[in-house]
């Protein structure tokens, strides 16, 4: 498996912009389906957005869209989450994960790797 570090998070008042970075080491990112997923106080896990591998496919849940861009570098074993317009219902725990089975997949249950999470609060 894929040993993943998310950084990037933090306060940040509505309508302002934050960049995830997931950086991934042990094994290379490809071709790996790569995520992000996030996690509310006292809500389940739930998808974000996913990219698959060379980045030819991307999906994201209905209340990010237009809002949220992810992208990878797999070069460098990293992949971003661009938030923009951020709301207070986005605070959350972000995870980054990887799908070492699976060139493209948006399912939860596929991504075996996983991060520690970066906390994004978002202040109204």
């Known amino acids: 498996q894929v040993q993943l570090v998310e950084s990037g998070g933090g306060l940040i008042q509505t309508g302002g912009y934050l960049r995830l970075s997931c950086v991934g080491s042990g094994r290379p990112f490809s071709p790996y389906a790569m995520g992000w997923f996030r996690q509310a106080p006292g809500k389940e896990r739930e998808f974000v957005s996913a990219?698959?591998?060379?980045?030819?496919?991307?999906n994201y849940t209905d209340s990010v869209k237009g809002r949220f861009t992810i992208s990878r570098d797999d070069a460098k074993n990293t992949v971003y989450l661009e938030m923009n317009n951020l709301k207070p219902e986005d605070t959350a725990v972000y995870y980054c994960?990887?799908?070492?089975?699976?060139?493209?997949?948006?399912?939860?249950?596929?991504?075996?790797?996983w991060g520690q999470g970066t906390q994004v609060t978002v202040s109204s």
């Open positions: 990219i698959s591998w060379r980045s030819s496919l991307t």
């Open positions: 994960a990887a799908a070492s089975r699976f060139p493209w997949t948006n399912r939860l249950s596929e991504f075996d790797s």
